[in-house]
């Protein structure tokens, strides 16, 4: 049985970097074969690192630790245990937004995470 593929494309500031991911796959995974330098730490779905703004399209985020139908309601998912169920389109360094998010809902936020991890301009 084929495994299908779908379009990740991520949302830059200055450009789109489109990856393909397959579903039996996280969409991290997929993105640091490409190439793409993200940000991440527990890679278990649980510190919100890697939380992105999803655009449009279906993530599944039933191997995440700790993610709650809310933050799906919000338009975040966890990359690092999020597969693709159809053709995605994400914002990343969204963790700061989550954790307020999180804060302002009275859901649990891991200490020591929200800064933004964008790479320093070189």
């Known amino acids: 049985m084929d495994v299908v593929a779908h379009r990740v494309e991520f949302i830059f500031d200055d450009r789109v970097e489109p990856v393909a991911v397959r579903e039996d796959e996280f969409i991290l995974t997929a993105a ?3 190439g793409l330098e993200l940000p991440s730490l527990c890679e278990q779905g649980w510190c919100i690192t890697c939380a992105c703004c ?3 399209g279906i993530v599944d985020q ?3 630790r700790r993610y709650f139908a809310a933050d799906r309601d919000a338009g975040f998912v966890l990359i690092c245990t999020g597969r ?3 053709d995605v389109q994400l914002r990343p360094y969204a963790s700061e937004a989550m954790r307020r998010f999180r804060i ?3 859901l649990p936020v891991p200490r020591g ?3 933004d991890m964008r790479p320093l301009p070189s």
Request: charged share 30%; aromatic share 0%; no cysteine.
């Open 32 to 34: 640091r074969r490409a």
């Open 54 to 56: 999803l655009l449009s």
């Open 62 to 64: 039933s191997a995440s």
């Open 84 to 86: 693709p169920k159809a």
């Open 104 to 106: 302002a809902h009275r």
């Open 113 to 115: 995470t929200g800064r």
